[in-house]
């Protein structure tokens, strides 16, 4: 019989300490998961600063790196010795551009 979160068979043997054990491992395995994901975008988003020369505005991050602009700040206020965000103005006027600087450039666990 097949087990799904949140449902324990009837009869099974199964106690309730069995079943919050099962649950805390799959949600430890989950959190590692999301850590090695969230790890490998960072590494991304570094390299897309590489190509650019240390500064990328947030709008070609999402347009054209798949980085949407919620998920940029999230990294820098995560990494912030990685990354920095800034507000550049335009000299011929308009609104400002959120850019994205790359900080001491190599990997730096925080």
Do not use: C
């Not at 099974?12 to 975008?41: E, I, K, M, Y």
């Not at 990294?75 to 308009?94: C, D, H, M, S, V």
Request: charged share 30%; glycine share 14%.
């Amino acid at each position: 019989m097949s087990r799904s979160a949140g449902q324990v068979p009837p009869g099974n043997g199964w106690t309730h300490r069995d079943w919050d054990a099962q649950r805390a491992s799959l949600g430890a395995s989950t959190r590692a998961g999301r850590t090695v994901r969230r790890l490998a975008r960072v590494e991304r988003l570094g390299d897309v600063l590489a190509e650019k020369d240390g500064e990328v505005s947030l709008r070609i991050l999402e347009k054209h790196h798949g980085f949407p602009a919620d998920e940029v700040e999230r990294l820098a206020i995560e990494y912030p010795k990685r990354f920095t965000i800034i507000t550049k103005q335009n000299p011929k006027g308009g609104p400002g551009s959120r850019v994205l600087q790359g900080g001491s450039g190599g990997f730096v666990p925080e």
